[in-house]
């Protein structure tokens, strides 16, 4: 009952399929991954939806550097460094999410606030190769710059990218018609950013902003003000660690 229920969840996502086909791909490989290890199962059923149903074509250079970079940003945060330090990475679900909320927006243009080493620019550079657009991401730090950089030769996306390194404001008033944002920087400076970013955004344009709940203690008044804001509507996602979805009225 458990794999019919996952299985009709699955296929009532399409409707321009056959949905006899699909049913019976996706029971070949439920059955594969019926035999693996638990934590194994898990690891690669997430996969399979991930890989298999939302962007279809992942190139193996991609997914290998996500899983490194997943890996970097685990070992990093078990040694305890300093923020300044370390990789930063979203969780897989939170990339999952602005990517598929990237695919959507209107037309316009596409910026990051916060590269560190990447790896949520390597899930809106899958968003980028479905619309064919190119997003501009700010990086504050020379040292997580060059980690970016590899990560985005490594994967062989650096056509969809461009970075400027430096401070953000300095720039983000010049960013017109934008028409995605995903931010996640400093968290002092969140205020700062949408006041530069808001005005200058599309009409259905969408603004996301990381870490509202985790950071709640430093981020609330920030968060009270942009669901106030009548520039927008807003939602605060309990997901990850917390997403502020901003859409530009």
Known sequence: ????????????????VDHRDCELTYLR??????????VDRFYSFKEFRVYDCMFHSIKQEISNRMRYLESIDTSERQKGLPVSERLCAISP????????????????????????????????????????????TFELQEKKAQRARETFKTAGVESLIEMV???????????????????????????????????????????????????????????????????????????GKGELVCRKL
Not at 1 to 16: E, G, H, N, V, W
Not at 29 to 38: A, I, Y
Not at 94 to 101: D, M, P, S, T
Request: hydrophobic share 40%.
């Open 93 to 136: 679900e939170i990339g999952r999410f602005i990517a598929f909320l990237a695919a959507t927006v209107p037309p316009g243009a596409w910026i990051e606030v916060g590269t560190s080493g990447g790896y949520s620019t390597l899930w809106l550079a899958l968003a980028c190769q479905e619309r064919g657009k190119r997003i501009k």
């Open 29 to 38: 490989r439920w059955d594969r991954l019926s035999r693996l290890r638990p």
């Open 1 to 16: 009952m458990a794999k019919l229920i996952l299985i009709y969840a699955y296929l009532d996502s399409f409707s321009t």
């Open 165 to 239: 390194v430096g401070d953000a404001k300095e720039y983000l008033r010049d960013e017109k018609n934008v028409s995605f944002c995903f931010l996640d920087a400093d968290k002092q400076e969140y205020g700062d950013y949408y006041e530069h970013v808001v005005p200058n955004m599309v009409r259905g344009g969408i603004l996301v902003c990381d870490n509202m709940i985790s950071h709640q203690a430093i981020l609330g008044p920030f968060c009270q003000k942009v669901l106030t804001d009548e520039r927008v509507d807003a939602v605060l996602l309990p997901i």
